[in-house]
Structure formats: C-alpha cells, structure tokens
C-alpha cells in the first residue's frame, strides 16, 4: 500500500484516532479488531462442537498489506478451529480482507455495517451466527455502562451530547442527547464511568437517573463535579452528592457573557473576570465577583441576577491545589469526546440507525481511549495527590481524621 493511500487514511479518522502517529498505531488497531472477529468465530464454532472447549491463543505474525499483524490466534481442545477469516496459511490478506479492516474502523463497529462486511467476505457464518457477532459487541457496550464503580473518586466530569436517532418503537428519527459521565479517582486516573441515551433533551428526571444509577453501582464519595449549566442539575446533586462541590464549565460562563453581553461590555467583563479567575482565593473571588457583575446590573437585569446567583459555582475551582485547576474549571475532557461522537454519527449517515448501534459506537470509542491515553495517570495530579486525599479525608471523614 502507497504512503500516500496511508496519509489520507489517517487524514480521515484524525478525530476518531488521535493515537494514530505511525505504522505501528494502525497496525495495533487492526490486529485488536482481528483479535476480537476471531474470538467471536471460535464462540459460534464451540457452539457447534460437542464436547470441546477453548484452548486459549497462540501468537502469530500476519503479514497484511500495511505490515505484519501480531495477533492472537484463538484455539480449542481438540485442534479442530481455524479462524476462517484469516487468509489461507503463509498467505497475504487479499484485496477483498483490506476493506474489512478499513471498514471495521470507518463505521465504527456499525453493526449492521459489520452484517454487511462478514457477508461480502463469503465466511461461513449463518445470519443468525453474524447476529451473534453483532450482539457481542452489543453485550461489551453494556458491560462497561453498567461495571461496578469505585465508592471514592476525586472529580466527575459530566456533559452532553445532542443527535438524531431512529426510535425502534416509531421507527422515526428523533432528537435524542447523550450523556457522558468520566471520572477520576483519587489516584488521578481517568475512566468511563457512564453513559447515557434520553430521547428529548436534559431535565432533573434524568440528571436523577443518571446520578442513581452511579450510586447503585457503587459510587458514594465525590470531591468535585464538573458539568456546564444543565436544568436540574445542580439539584439533584445537592439531594444526591451534598457533600460535593460543583463547579460550572468556566469556558460556558465565558460564552454566556459574550452571548449576552454587547461586544464591548463583555470585552470589559472578560478581561476584569480573567484577573478573578487568577485569584487562587475563593472568598476573595466571589466578593470581587460580585462587584463586578454589580456594574453591569442595571444594563443586563436579568443575565446579571442570574450570574450573581450562582457565583459560587463559577469558582469552587479555586478551592484545591493551583497545579491542577486548569484540569477542573472546564467540562473539556468531556467535550473532546463529543467531537469523536460526532465524527461517528456523520461516518453513520447522519444520525444513528438505533440506540443499540449508538451504544455499540460508543463502546468502540470509549474502549479505544480508555486502554490507551487514559492508561497513565492526569498529568501534574502526583504531586498535588497527598493535598487531595487531605481534603478528601477532611471532607467525608473528619473525625477519623483528626482522631
């Protein structure tokens, strides 16, 4: 394959795989999308073979036409299994084999896209064993939605996502959002800890469900909670998690001023707020805070008595080590996870076909970034971790603290 054929791939999935820098990016890509196709083979296989069992794997190098593929190659007991959609021995994969790989990855794991794929390739599967395929991609979707959850974590970083999917029950296509909830435990360590499918848009009943169910599955002690200004949610944390503090995405205060603001009234307020933002004192922030909305309360009534009520939302940040406060005045990490939701739903036509084939994507895309980037700890949180686990401590068990 040509470099250039190479270059306008990658150029293609930029947003869906940031990781990819080199050959051996995409290769490590395609040998775990193999990896999986061939484990699911072996599942339909055994399922057939009466009194067999699984073998575990053996390594092997596949040489493809980007290079050669380390891959795990799954076996049984009785040395019967051999992965069909593997290329005949000490052979190249062919032409017909490049699209699945690339496919695989530009419709992520679409599963009626998968259906389509493994049919074209003539493998020996039934439409109900291609089902199969497609319904364990579905099953590894709600396993990482439903895990059990750490009790203690440091922050939680939640935002939504707005798109169009085909409802089941009407089959039209409706509005829907998508919440997403990542969190960091005390150790700084990033992972998935929701996500969430509502047709309609945000209310409390969701917020409710969604903080309910993190709490049902094991979460119980939360420093801090990053979000932007959701109806109802402020509430149902202060019901659920009245012990956290919550803090507003300051980017979206920034846009809200702008919005609202004329251009040279939010030019003043913009460059005045930087300097409060700087502060690294809380009290000291909402009080000059509240001096500097108070200048424009006569022009903006409305937009001022708003800000103003809930100043202190706007600057919880400033409350923990200065290091890592540009990690948590903003809903960002959940934002660049929007942008590779959004890259799927335009590689999918437009809007997703159902919630279950939405659900499978994001699995892909979740999976993806939470055993690679999010593998080390948040850059910086070492060496202010003692300071948060002394306010955690100070926080939720004061007595044993200081016992």
């Known amino acids: 394959m040509k470099d250039s054929?190479?270059?306008?791939?990658?150029?293609?999935?930029?947003?869906?795989?940031?990781?990819v820098k080199s050959y051996d990016n995409l290769l490590f890509l395609f040998a775990k999308y193999l990896n999986f196709l061939m484990q699911a083979e072996r599942d339909i296989f055994l399922n057939k073979s009466i009194n067999n069992k699984s073998n575990g794997f053996y390594e092997r190098q596949l040489t493809t036409f980007l290079?050669?593929?380390?891959?795990?190659?799954?076996?049984?007991?009785?040395?019967d299994f051999r992965p069909a959609i593997l290329p005949p021995p000490w052979q190249k994969f062919d032409d017909s084999f490049q699209n699945i790989l690339f496919n695989l990855i530009l419709h992520s794991y679409s599963p009626n896209k998968i259906k389509s794929l493994l049919n074209s390739l003539n493998l020996p599967y039934s439409p109900?064993?291609?089902d199969q395929i497609k319904d364990d991609l579905y099953s590894k979707s709600k396993e990482l939605s439903s895990r059990e959850l750490p009790s203690d974590a440091f922050a939680l970083f939640i935002d939504a996502y707005h798109t169009d999917i085909k409802d089941d029950d009407s089959n039209k296509v409706k509005k829907a959002v998508i919440f997403t909830v990542v969190g960091v435990d005390l150790k700084g360590y990033k992972d998935i800890y929701g996500f969430y499918t509502f047709f309609g848009s945000e209310s409390k009943e969701n917020w409710l469900v969604i903080l309910n169910d993190l709490i049902n599955r094991g979460l119980k002690r939360v420093l801090l909670i990053v979000s932007d200004d959701f109806p109802g949610l402020t509430s149902a944390i202060s019901t659920l998690f009245p012990n956290s503090d919550h803090q507003l995405c300051f980017i979206h205060l920034q846009r809200n001023i702008r919005k609202n603001m004329s251009k040279t009234d939010a030019k003043n307020f913009l460059y005045d707020l930087k300097s409060i933002k700087l502060l690294n004192d809380y009290d000291k922030a909402l009080s000059d805070f509240q001096k500097l909305c108070s200048k424009y309360e006569n022009k903006y009534p409305s937009f001022i008595k708003s800000l103003i009520s809930k100043k202190e939302f706007y600057f919880n940040f400033l409350k923990y080590p200065k290091s890592i406060q540009k990690l948590i005045y903003t809903t960002n990490t959940i934002e660049n996870l929007?942008?590779?939701y959004e890259v799927v739903r335009v590689n999918s036509g437009g809007y997703f076909q159902s919630v279950k084939t939405l659900e499978?994507?994001?699995?892909?895309?979740?999976?993806?970034?939470?055993?690679?980037?999010?593998?080390?700890?948040?850059?910086?949180?070492?060496?202010?971790?003692?300071?948060?686990?002394?306010?955690?401590?100070l926080r939720f068990f004061p007595q044993t603290h200081f016992a």
């Open 5 to 19: 054929s190479i270059k306008d791939f990658v150029e293609t999935m930029e947003n869906d795989l940031a990781n």
């Open 67 to 79: 290079g050669n593929l380390n891959i795990n190659v799954p076996r049984d007991r009785k040395g």
């Open 128 to 130: 109900e064993e291609i």
């Open 338 to 340: 929007n942008s590779r």
């Open 360 to 393: 499978v994507a994001l699995y892909v895309v979740l999976n993806k970034i939470r055993t690679t980037k999010w593998k080390k700890p948040l850059l910086l949180f070492k060496e202010v971790e003692y300071d948060i686990i002394q306010m955690f401590n």
